[in-house]
């Protein structure tokens, strides 16, 4: 054993040791706690709650276990072990009861909607939604967490809010600024414990027990990991600085195998005029709409995506815009050596202008207060949104030709008349002729709301290495490694959070400890 792998000396000593407290890393506290587990929950952050506390907070349930299998196996597209996937779809059966009992603590409201999956594959009719709609005391959105900013809608605060009283409710030893650094282990890379570095830039050496369970997502504000693995360039974060792929990396410099690094959970938005602004601020999210029910796509979208030779290449409004929007502007032109859709033109009229909010800001990340204006003037002064009186004006801030942009937008507004997308078959609900000056035009990027790749994991959320063997004592969760490997489900992550939370828990906290 050397130093760095095995110290002399432990500061301190827990049990089980989670690293990260977003959704995940609360249920295996929670779980490892009920356990008879002594646990510390480190952040990094100074607050809680990841991304997740950022969500719309629906929570995927399944009526039946085999329909949610065959679903999530298809949707992963041979990805995904059918042990890994079976176990997701165990614990969405389990999920509305798993949250019920959650939500006693805090006396909250828990409704449920129906809604089918996002894609039509076997099982899709099994799904439905779960939501914490109501928490008392706890009112609104800015005075529960003041530093965070999700859509008006949006319920995944009142989850967050949930755990946080179910975690305050344990002896639970929670640490703020306290940056995981490394694992510390054996020569035979059984996990030991944590290097830590707290606020003062102290280190620790915090012996676990049992294991570490690493709950701390994925890479979406790690720029070289992005770079590496992903073709496109640049790809905006949307929520947060924090994920920063540091437990993927602990977990490589153990001999992790990786899975889905390229698949990520995104869309397209815009960048903020000041540099220093550290995140994205995405676009609008509409409805969802099933493939085979185009004609139900009723709300409009105001806009449409030009390249930088002024000409539509996508649909803008696919079946889940929130997550798969962003795959199209993935093109590498060869012959100049540019992706010629990053940044793309993002278009629409003074019809549009007046019809809704444009922008959706969304964050976990104290300071900021950036809220986008109802009638989208403020962002017009701010430089996010140009304006143009004119069809060439506009050509001249997009720097295309005009006749090229003056076509596009003519056959746009046939498009819309004819009640047909023939190029990109967008729905003919959503399709809003762009004809009423003045016109406006904004600069957006591909953006990641959360990644779903990192460490290997079976069904027991054990870390698995290169050679298909578990590490022993250490296990990951939630968007840690995501068992979504290709098509992602809308409201999952929250769901696989839970389910793979407790169940890390459970496994870790029964473990007999190394030091007996």
């Known amino acids: 054993m050397n130093e760095i792998n095995a110290p002399l000396k432990f500061d301190e000593a827990f049990d089980v040791i989670v690293i990260g407290y977003g959704f995940a890393g609360a249920l295996t506290a929670i779980t490892a706690a009920d356990n008879g587990a002594k646990v510390l929950l480190a952040e990094k952050a100074e607050y809680p709650g990841g991304i997740s506390i950022c969500s719309g907070g629906a929570m995927r349930g399944a009526r039946d276990l085999d329909k949610a299998f065959s679903y999530l196996q298809a949707t992963n597209g041979g990805r995904t072990p059918d042990d890994v ?21 805090s006396n909250a409201k828990v409704e449920t909607t129906q809604k089918a999956a996002n894609y039509p594959l076997p099982g899709t009719e099994t799904f439905y939604h779960t939501n914490i709609t109501h928490v008392p005391g706890y009112e609104t959105q800015e005075k529960t ?16 809010r949930v755990l946080e009283d179910n975690i305050n409710q344990r002896n639970i030893e929670i640490r703020y600024k306290f940056s995981a650094e490394r694992l510390i282990s054996t020569d035979h890379r059984q996990v030991l414990g944590v290097r830590f570095q707290g606020i003062n830039g102290a280190q620790k050496n915090i012996k676990a027990r049992c294991g ?22 640049p790809v905006l974060t949307a929520t947060s600085t924090m994920n920063t792929g540091d437990g993927i990396r602990m977990a490589q410099d153990l001999g992790a195998s990786l899975w889905h690094m390229w698949h990520y959970h995104g869309c397209y938005g815009f960048k903020h005029p000041d540099p220093d602004y550290p995140v994205a601020i995405r676009v ?29 290449y996508m649909n803008e409004c696919t079946p889940y815009t929130q997550d798969t929007s962003h795959r199209a502007m993935e093109f590498y032109d060869t012959s100049t050596q540019t992706f010629p859709r990053i940044p793309s033109h993002f ?18 990340q104290p300071g900021l207060g950036f809220s986008w204006s109802e009638d989208n003037l403020q ?37 819309c008349d004819a009640g047909k997308d023939g190029d990109f078959g967008r729905p003919p609900g959503t399709m809003v002729r762009i004809d009423t000056p003045p016109y406006y035009v904004g600069e957006v990027w591909p953006v990641v709301s959360n990644t779903q790749g990192g460490p290997v994991h079976n069904a027991k959320q054990q870390v698995m290495n290169v050679y298909d063997e578990a590490i022993p004592r250490l296990y990951a969760a939630g968007e840690c490694g ?35």
């Open 284 to 312: 609008k999210r509409l409805p969802d709409w099933f493939p085979g029910e185009e004609n139900k796509a009723d709300v409009p979208m105001c806009w449409i995506l030009v390249d930088q030779h002024g000409k539509r």
């Open 212 to 233: 570490v369970v690493l709950c701390c997502g994925g890479f979406e504000a790690n720029e070289e990991m992005k770079k590496q693995h992903w073709e496109k360039s």
């Open 379 to 415: 962002e017009v002064e701010m430089g996010i949104i140009k304006q143009a009186n004119s069809i060439e004006e506009l050509s001249a801030i997009t720097q295309t030709d005009h006749e090229v942009l003056r076509k596009t937008l003519n056959k746009w507004n046939g498009e």
């Open 85 to 105: 996937t079976r176990a997701l779809a165990k614990g969405m059966v389990k999920i509305e009861s798993e949250v019920i009992a959650l939500a006693k603590t």
């Open 347 to 364: 278009i629409f009229d003074e019809n549009g202008r007046e019809m809704y909010q444009i922008g959706a800001p969304t964050y976990n």
């Open 145 to 160: 967490y003041p530093h965070i900013m999700a859509r008006p809608s949006a319920n995944g605060w009142r989850m967050f």
């Open 482 to 516: 995501s068992a979504f490997g290709f098509l992602y489900l809308s409201g999952a992550n929250l769901s696989e959070c839970l389910i793979t939370g407790k169940i890390a828990g459970q496994e870790v906290s029964s473990l007999k400890p190394w030091d007996t």
